[in-house]
């Protein structure tokens, strides 16, 4: 990140005590920004030259599901080209796709990694990477279907590029534990450990049903750590909240800590109103290393903000831990 590159931030409202605070203008992307949108959502940004680029998912008015490529200059007010990205071959010259959505997308050496749900004979693991956010190259899909929230770290460990997924179904999962896989060089993966299962009812009910990796982890003095979604199913249907982890970081298919309370859950009303409601869905992060900037998706319809310190949210974690 550029050294005069300042995160989107907003100090916290007075006398809110939470360790995240939400935007005071959320959303800050609406479900038509795009010409012909019917939603936008579950969407990733990194630092990109003097500003931020950002790979965004939307649905079109005939709930067709596409990823789209954008530029802003300070995080919050954005410019989402109005055709979806168009992929070349990468390492690979199968790059078919019936849909594409909740993309993340993290800087490792030289380039930038997007990940997202591909559908191919159901859903699965895409990968893609770019120099530029203006020619996209696809590479081979990750997995077998059916798996979903394919995040990378932003780093090797242990000389190889490691990836947090979420096995599941063909539909709208009735279950989900978070594993993690290796790869030497992003075409083949292997080595696929636990990393952490649903919580038990009865200890942390928000994400007893099923959790799933959110934004790129980010590597603080503990170890890495990562935001992620938990899921209680209700007499009215899922309940999205986040919640964040501590993994180890050496190995990160161990968890030192993991919040027993969610950080953010559905409370204001473009989080409970929408396509589908009761859903905060965290997919990016901007940090300084002292602040952070939680991107999140609304109720499966609008982009939302989110803002805390990071040694806050590490003591929070490590306090209230499961």
């Not at 993690?180 to 049903?209: L, N």
């Not at 199913?233 to 919640?243: L, P, Q």
Request: overall charge negative; hydrophobic content about 35%; charged content about 20%.
């Amino acid at each position: 990140m550029d050294k005069e590159q300042l995160i989107p931030w907003e100090n916290r409202p007075e006398g809110l005590r939470e360790v995240l605070w939400r935007y005071s203008k959320n959303p800050i992307v609406g479900r038509y920004d795009i010409p012909g949108s019917n939603s936008i959502f579950n969407s990733a940004v990194v630092p990109f030259k003097k500003g931020f680029a950002g790979v965004f998912r939307s649905d079109n008015k005939s709930v067709q599901m596409n990823i789209y490529a954008g530029f802003s200059e300070d995080g919050i007010n954005w410019e989402i080209n109005h055709e979806p990205i168009q992929m070349q071959p990468g390492n690979t010259d199968m790059i078919e796709s019936d849909y594409k959505y909740d993309p993340r997308v993290t800087f490792i050496e030289d380039r930038y990694w997007v990940t997202w749900c591909n559908g191919y004979h159901g859903p699965t693991i895409g990968i893609a990477y770019t120099f530029d956010f203006v020619e996209f190259y696809q590479c081979e899909n990750a997995f077998l279907p059916y798996n979903r929230n394919g995040v990378l770290f932003p780093e090797k460990i242990n000389g190889k590029y490691a990836m947090l997924s979420r096995p599941s179904d063909n539909g709208h999962t009735p279950f989900g534990d978070i594993y993690i896989s290796y790869s030497p060089d992003m075409k083949f993966w292997g080595e696929h450990r636990s990393v952490m299962k649903v919580a038990d009812f009865e200890k942390s009910a928000w994400q007893c049903t099923k959790i799933g990796a959110g934004s790129v982890p980010i590597r603080v003095s503990d170890g890495w750590l990562m935001f992620y979604h938990g899921v209680i199913n209700t007499c009215r249907g899922f309940r999205y909240s986040m919640g964040a982890a501590i993994l180890d970081a050496n190995n990160p298919s161990k968890v030192l800590y993991r919040s027993q309370p969610y950080l953010l859950a559905p409370n204001e009303a473009y989080e409970l109103t929408g396509d589908v409601p009761n859903v905060v869905f965290p997919c990016a992060t901007l940090t300084d290393n002292e602040k952070i900037a939680v991107y999140y998706g609304a109720a499966d319809t609008v982009i939302a903000l989110a803002f805390g310190y990071v040694d806050e949210i590490v003591d929070f974690v490590k306090s209230n831990s499961l």
